[in-house]
């Protein structure tokens, strides 16, 4: 009743405010007339005034918000850092309402004695003062202020300023021990993010044919994670595998396929060796001039979708799919197929579009479109007549707008690729498709995998790796590892399997994806087998030890599920403290990635709670035993949920990231 006691207050106080600010809006209107008589200094003063009605609404509302959600209670972790954003704007508003977008600047502190969040807006608006007002104030003085209107709230314990006018926040334990409690019931869930958008991923794309190589893991391993994090947000993903599945190489393999496979139309040809198959068909088109021929007369009859034809490109699709499909099993990735052929029935209408607005010059004979800013053009119409590249990524980015209704889309796509992207999309902007403030229309690029030689990683012998073999390979070194460590003397066989693939899996995924995709990164398998530092394998044996400390202690999961209700979280140990506060940062951890979609940056904090978990249980007992018998004596159940919590988030984050811990290892 309390609360409805608040939410009738705040309701009636909106309304006494929302119509004061309509009063004084008209008699700004009115004195707009009468501002040449001298009056310009009342209407100033009304201007302020009103300009500070206005903060004060928009403070009240947010209390107001705040007063009905805590009669429905989220299931969501909260984002600390944006909900101590929230709170700062309102201080900011109320005590600067005459600046327009006030700088705000909330990030956690880096030593304990500083608190545990700084604001560091002061300085900001110091200089902001001083250019549009010349006014001089300390930043000292500015951050004083800004603390004095700090509204109430539930979550900081004092703030301090320190230096040049750093605001230090401390939070309230209780509040970081009733959130960790409401994880621990509710689960890892996600935080309120605003509308559910369409998003739509496009990655890994190999081409049909080839055989999938070590170029294609980075695309793979990025994308996918990628779309885990913005499914798991509560996004709805599209996850498209843009295949190299058209064009004029078709025409030498439907050849070669005719004079190799004669009666392919009755009897499925025994195509073993496709990559061998394609380097075969490719040394006759480049040296039989006849074969060249034939082949250019393939790829006319099956654009014009001739059934035989078709049939033939079916069958050399089908043969690559089943190879690219063993990859993507081994790496649990989900793709939706829709290579370059999806698009070849929208290709003239493409065309025809820029044509009519006037965009398309003819160059000896090719059609082209010149965007501004952009030093190469695009090409949409070859001087044979036929369709490129750039026409089918316009017809794809197009579909991807208007059909699919995308509010995100996301190429991860290799750096080399950077200029020819911007160009499509600066095009699109240009015949007016999207608008990049409303619609975001992104390159997620990165580097290369280079070998431990710091050159483009190849085999001995000079060849592309093939993928197939890595993950083989990756396979054979951590079963070494396991036997290595002697766990195929204390894991049965299925449990030593399972953890045979978690770790040579997980540490290629991991390696790439704790490095910055935007750089290149060596590859080294001795490295991300190597079960100390930032690794797969260290954090894998990590969480396998977490989770034993329960099984240890003989506490399964039902009496931690009634424990999480029944038992306050305490968090006076400063390592407690450290940890609670470090677990519950992982909402502003995937905020900083969907906005940047810089996937190492979750590595990073996956290290940092595993560490911090460490330094927690090596100062404080979770469970105490008996010196001489062994037997446990007590259980510390607020820390046995701190440990819970821990391997909660840090299986959330595997999760993302594609990995998959084992019970035991």
């Given at each position: 009743m309390r609360m409805e006691v608040k939410v009738a207050q705040c309701t009636e106080r909106l309304r006494r405010q929302e119509k004061e600010i309509k009063f004084l809006t008209a008699e700004i209107d009115h004195l707009k007339n009468t501002e040449g008589l001298g009056v310009s200094p009342i209407l100033e003063g009304l201007r302020e005034e009103?300009?500070?009605?206005?903060?004060?609404?928009?403070?009240?509302?947010?209390?107001?918000?705040?007063?009905?959600?805590?009669?429905?209670?989220?299931?969501?972790?909260?984002?600390?850092?944006?909900?101590?954003?929230?709170?700062?704007?309102?201080?900011?508003?109320?005590?600067?309402?005459?600046?327009?977008?006030?700088?705000?600047?909330?990030?956690?502190?880096?030593?304990?004695?500083?608190?545990?969040?700084?604001?560091?807006?002061?300085?900001?608006?110091?200089?902001?003062?001083?250019?549009?007002?010349?006014?001089?104030?300390?930043?000292?003085?500015?951050?004083?202020?800004?603390?004095?209107?700090?509204?109430?709230?539930?979550?900081?314990?004092?703030?301090?300023?320190?230096?040049?006018?750093?605001?230090?926040v401390h939070l309230k334990k209780n509040f970081v021990s009733r959130q960790l409690s409401n994880m621990l019931i509710n689960g890892v869930q996600p935080p309120a993010i605003g509308e559910r958008k369409k998003v739509v991923i496009d990655f890994s794309s190999p081409n049909i044919a080839k055989e999938m190589h070590v170029g294609h893991l980075r695309s793979t391993i990025i994308g996918e994670s990628m779309c885990r994090l913005f499914e798991f947000v509560g996004y709805d993903v599209l996850r498209l595998n843009h295949l190299g599945d058209w064009g004029t190489q078709?025409?030498?393999?439907?050849?070669?396929?005719?004079?190799?496979?004669?009666?392919?139309?009755?009897?499925?040809?025994?195509?073993?060796?496709?990559?061998?198959?394609?380097?075969?068909?490719?040394?006759?088109?480049?040296?039989?001039?006849?074969?060249?021929?034939?082949?250019?007369?393939?790829?006319?009859?099956?654009?014009?979708?001739?059934?035989?034809?078709?049939?033939?490109?079916?069958?050399?699709?089908?043969?690559?799919?089943?190879?690219?499909?063993?990859?993507?099993?081994?790496?649990?990735?989900?793709?939706?197929?829709?290579?370059?052929?999806?698009?070849?029935?929208?290709?003239?209408?493409i065309v025809k579009e820029f044509e009519e607005q006037g965009f398309v010059q003819v160059d000896d004979g090719r059609k082209i479109v010149f965007v501004p800013g952009c030093s190469i053009p695009l090409t949409v119409v070859k001087s044979d007549g036929g369709f490129t590249y750039d026409t089918s990524d316009l017809a794809a980015l197009k579909q991807r707008l208007f059909e699919e209704k995308a509010d995100i889309i996301i190429y991860v796509v290799d750096s080399g690729q950077a200029v020819h992207l911007q160009t499509i999309f600066a095009a699109s902007q240009m015949i007016g498709w999207y608008d990049p403030k409303v619609t975001r229309v992104v390159h997620a690029a990165f580097g290369v995998v280079l070998g431990e030689d710091k050159k483009k990683f190849k085999t001995r012998s000079g060849d592309t790796v093939r993928l197939i073999e890595l993950l083989e390979e990756g396979l054979k070194r951590s079963m070494d590892k396991l036997k290595e460590k002697e766990r195929d003397k204390v894991l049965s066989p299925e449990e030593l399997k399972a953890a045979q693939t978690s770790v040579a899996f997980g540490c290629i995924k991991y390696a790439d994806l704790s490095h910055n995709r935007i750089n290149d990164y060596i590859f080294s398998f001795d490295k991300m087998l190597d079960d100390r530092g930032n690794t797969a394998a260290y954090l894998l044996y990590a969480f396998t030890r977490i989770r034993s400390i329960a099984r240890l202690a003989s506490i399964d999961e039902?009496?931690?599920?009634?424990?999480?209700?029944?038992?306050?979280?305490?968090?006076?140990?400063?390592?407690?403290?450290?940890?609670?506060?470090?677990?519950?940062?992982?909402?502003?951890?995937?905020?900083?990635?969907?906005?940047?979609?810089?996937?190492?940056?979750?590595?990073?904090?996956?290290?940092?709670?595993?560490?911090?978990?460490?330094?927690?249980y090596d100062n404080c007992y979770c469970v105490e035993k008996d010196r001489q018998t062994g037997k446990i004596v007590t259980v510390n159940m607020w820390r046995m949920l701190l440990c819970e919590a821990t391997a909660a988030v840090m299986a959330k984050c595997f999760d993302i990231l594609g990995i998959k811990p084992v019970q035991k290892m």
């Open positions: 009103n300009a500070k009605l206005k903060y004060r609404l928009n403070i009240l509302q947010k209390s107001l918000q705040e007063e009905r959600n805590k009669g429905k209670p989220s299931k969501g972790m909260i984002n600390i850092n944006s909900h101590l954003q929230d709170i700062f704007g309102m201080a900011i508003k109320t005590a600067y309402p005459e600046l327009e977008n006030p700088p705000l600047l909330v990030t956690p502190s880096q030593q304990p004695k500083f608190g545990d969040y700084q604001c560091n807006s002061a300085m900001s608006i110091t200089q902001i003062l001083l250019k549009t007002k010349e006014q001089k104030v300390s930043p000292r003085d500015i951050a004083d202020k800004i603390a004095r209107n700090i509204p109430d709230n539930e979550c900081i314990e004092k703030v301090e300023i320190a230096g040049p006018g750093f605001i230090n078709f025409g030498m393999l439907i050849a070669h396929l005719q004079d190799k496979f004669p009666d392919y139309l009755i009897v499925s040809p025994p195509i073993g060796d496709l990559q061998a198959f394609y380097k075969e068909s490719k040394r006759r088109f480049d040296t039989e001039e006849e074969f060249k021929k034939r082949a250019y007369q393939c790829v006319v009859l099956l654009q014009s979708k001739n059934p035989d034809f078709l049939k033939a490109w079916k069958l050399i699709c089908d043969v690559s799919r089943k190879e690219f499909q063993k990859i993507y099993d081994c790496l649990d990735i989900t793709l939706i197929e829709r290579g370059e052929s999806y698009y070849q029935d929208m290709m003239a209408d039902g009496t931690l599920q009634k424990s999480a209700r029944t038992t306050q979280i305490i968090l006076d140990h400063e390592k407690e403290w450290k940890l609670g506060k470090c677990i519950l940062r992982f909402p502003e951890i995937l905020q900083k990635i969907l906005d940047d979609l810089l996937l190492h940056t979750l590595c990073d904090y996956l290290y940092e709670l595993a560490t911090t978990f460490t330094e927690f």
